[in-house]
């Protein structure tokens, strides 16, 4: 419940209807936004300056009274909605009982459940073990480090347009200068990056991308690194700041059979597109892909802050006791959300909800970019979906007019972000629990800012 009795309360009781009372940004908005200037540090960015009171299902309300649709799931985290029944109960049993022990001092038990479902939801039946962390990046450093030590092998491959973090070594993993990196160097060592399967810029065609860039890839590691070399190669199996880049069918798997040959330890990075994002658990099973670790964050655990690292026991075992670990990580009030939303999200089939919102939004991403030239590529999965925007009839990434588009939805009421490389992406990520009024509604809004455009 919220303290103030003009603010409604969160929660998936929060009416579901989009309402603007003010301009977007509104007064309070925009007071709050002065003390933040004077108080936050400039390098922290915002998409949408509104200050948020309350949110749940598929809207956020800020401290104007404005009700916005939300196509961003803070980052693709909110999947089960912003405070979902389940992971409001659990967390609040959980802090009235403890707050931390910290793992490594004394343990408890949803630590070892959160794994346990882990082991269970990620893809292949093989003997499995987890460990938690606090954000996506430090699971990124903690699957590298386990690579390495179960390897003996220093080299690590990344791709074009990959995202993996903003610490030292994910940022040396990352593929884009700005913001992600400009001025933070030096970068890790032994970070080799290679091209990226997409399809829509392949330069011989979509056609012939998963069987070039496959090529590509394994020549260049086998010239430039040396498969003996490489301890892991590391790849979102749907990027997600870098673009929304699905790579091409056969893609993930040829990476993957290429890796077992070579004993390079395939990771998958599923911090953006795990958790039923895309339609299944994870992005790997579009294709049967088994990788052998797996990093995961963002809509494990309902909004709050954990991560985790699957993979092969006797990769995960090879690291000594007390090589892993931190003060936080797997924390009992995480673990209590994640169980919470693990729980909501069979329950409620989240990842048919996906699939859902798929079939909804593809065909109207389509119909816009039959109508709207600037948009050269529609692509993505589930509720998981892009449009990539262009100078017409060229590959020229048009920066400007995606954010001419996110700009009119912003002040229209609906939370959208971009992506991408060049800044040209529109990215559809709305909770999974959305509902088809404001899924529809929220379409509606950007249809019409390309007709705007
Ligand atoms: N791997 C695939 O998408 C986080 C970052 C937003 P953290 N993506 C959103 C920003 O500008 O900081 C991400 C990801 C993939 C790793 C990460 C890193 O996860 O929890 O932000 O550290």
């Known amino acids: 419940m919220s303290a103030d009795p003009g603010i409604p309360a969160g929660g998936p009781s929060l009416p579901q209807r989009r309402n603007l009372v003010t301009e977007i940004p509104g007064p309070r908005s925009r007071e709050l936004f002065e003390r933040r200037q004077r108080s936050v540090a400039r390098g922290l960015s915002h998409t949408l300056p509104v200050f948020i009171t309350a949110a749940g299902g598929g809207v956020a309300v800020d401290v104007d009274g404005n009700s916005l649709i939300d196509f961003g799931s803070g980052i693709a985290v909110t999947s089960v909605g912003n405070s979902a029944d389940l992971v409001v109960s659990r967390v609040a049993e959980q802090v009235a009982q403890f707050t931390h022990t910290c793992f490594m001092v ?3 038990e949803g630590y070892v459940a959160v794994c346990e479902q882990l082991n269970r939801l990620t893809p292949g ?8 962390f606090n954000s996506g990046a430090e699971a990124v450093e903690n699957a590298v480090k386990i690579a390495r030590h179960a390897t003996g092998r220093d080299a690590i491959v990344v791709f074009d347009h990959a995202y993996h973090g903003r610490t030292n070594l994910t940022m040396a993993m990352t593929a884009k200068n700005m913001p992600y990196k400009e001025g933070f160097g030096p ?4 970070v080799y990056r290679v091209p990226m399967a997409y399809p829509y810029r392949w330069p011989g065609g979509p056609a012939r991308c998963a069987a070039e860039a496959l090529g590509v890839v394994t ?25 929304f880049v699905v790579p091409p069918d056969g893609f993930l798997p040829g990476l993957a059979e290429y890796c077992r040959t070579h004993g390079i330890v395939f990771v998958a990075d599923e911090i953006q597109s795990g958790f039923c994002r895309t339609g299944n658990w994870f992005a790997c099973e579009h294709e049967n892909v088994v990788p052998d670790l797996i990093t995961t964050a963002k809509g494990i655990a309902g909004g709050l802050p954990l ?4 993979g092969r026991a006797e990769l995960m075992d090879a690291v000594h006791p007390g090589g892993l670990g931190g003060t936080y990580g797997g924390n009992p009030v995480a673990c209590a959300a994640a169980l919470g939303a693990i729980e909501t999200m069979e329950k409620e089939d989240l990842a048919g909800a996906a699939r859902a919102i798929e079939i909804v939004m593809l065909p109207r991403l389509r119909a816009i970019a039959a109508a709207t030239p600037v948009v050269g590529d529609v692509r993505g999965r589930g509720a998981m979906c892009a449009v990539e925007l262009v100078q017409p009839g060229s590959l020229e990434p048009d920066p400007a007019a995606a954010a001419r588009v996110a700009s009119h939805c912003h002040r229209n009421g609906m939370i959208v972000l971009t992506c991408g490389t060049y800044g040209n992406v529109l990215r559809l990520l709305p909770p999974l629990v959305i509902g088809q009024p404001l899924l529809t509604e929220g379409l509606d809004i950007l249809a019409d800012a390309f007709t705007r455009l």
């Open 106 to 108: 004394a343990p408890y």
């Open 125 to 132: 039946d093989h003997d499995k073990r987890s460990a938690l």
């Open 187 to 190: 970068f890790a060592g032994e």
């Open 219 to 243: 020549s260049l590691i086998h010239a430039q690194v040396g498969e003996e070399n490489v301890a892991a190669v590391v790849i979102e199996p749907i990027q997600g700041e870098g673009g």
């Open 307 to 310: 991560a985790g690292v699957t």
